[in-house]
């Protein structure tokens, strides 16, 4: 419950509560917060219980924590057998490495070839997606001409 409280946290509610109700009182309140929590916990439990008998013999080992919904498809994503090849597909294909090379081909950028990439030019022909880079004598890319109607 409190696993994400830390020492300095604690130790900070400690003196906080000793302020606020004083020594003589604190354990009073602690006793009747625990009472609170507990009882709280038992209408739950029995709440709990009255939903399952009113459910019938079908839900006897329905779990409440299936009804987030993280849960209940994590679990169904588990079970169901025919998304393993899904799964071994997802681990093949790298979305964010193959939007980098078509922006690089869009962009005229010179990408390393994957390994299991197809060749850049076939019987050939030149690749389309290249980006012909003109330059003039001093080295420096010659901009394509501005056009009003493309934009």
Same mark, same amino acid.
Do not use: C, W
């Given at each position: 419950?409190?696993?994400?409280?830390?020492?300095?946290? !604690?130790?900070?509610?400690?003196?906080?509560?000793?302020?606020?109700?004083?020594? %003589?009182?604190?354990?009073?309140?602690?006793?009747?917060?625990?009472?609170?929590?507990?009882?709280?916990?038992?209408?739950?439990?029995?709440?709990?219980?009255?939903?399952?008998?009113?459910?019938?013999?079908?839900?006897?080992?329905?779990?409440?924590?299936?009804?987030?919904?993280?849960?209940?498809?994590?679990?169904?994503?588990?079970?169901?057998?025919? !998304?393993?090849?899904?799964?071994?597909?997802?681990?093949?294909?790298? !979305?964010?490495?193959?939007?980098?090379?078509?922006?690089?081909?869009?962009?005229?950028?010179?990408?390393?070839?994957?390994?299991?990439?197809?060749?850049?030019?076939?019987?050939?022909?030149?690749? !389309?997606?290249?980006?012909? %880079?003109?330059? %003039?004598?001093?080295?420096?890319?010659?901009?394509?001409?501005?056009?009003?109607?493309?934009?």
């Amino acid at each position: 419950m409190f696993s994400d409280i830390g020492a300095l946290e !604690l130790v900070t509610l400690v003196v906080l509560a000793v302020l606020v109700f004083g020594p %003589d009182k604190l354990p009073k309140v602690i006793q009747d917060v625990s009472r609170f929590i507990r009882k709280v916990r038992e209408f739950s439990d029995s709440a709990k219980q009255d939903i399952r008998s009113e459910l019938g013999p079908e839900f006897k080992d329905f779990e409440f924590e299936d009804l987030n919904p993280k849960t209940f498809l994590r679990k169904q994503l588990e079970s169901n057998e025919d !998304l393993r090849e899904l799964k071994e597909l997802r681990g093949t294909f790298d !979305l964010k490495k193959e939007m980098n090379e078509v922006a690089d081909a869009v962009h005229g950028r010179e990408t390393a070839p994957a390994p299991s990439a197809a060749p850049a030019a076939v019987n050939g022909s030149p690749d !389309l997606l290249k980006k012909q %880079d003109k330059r %003039d004598d001093q080295g420096t890319a010659e901009r394509p001409p501005y056009d009003s109607d493309a934009t």
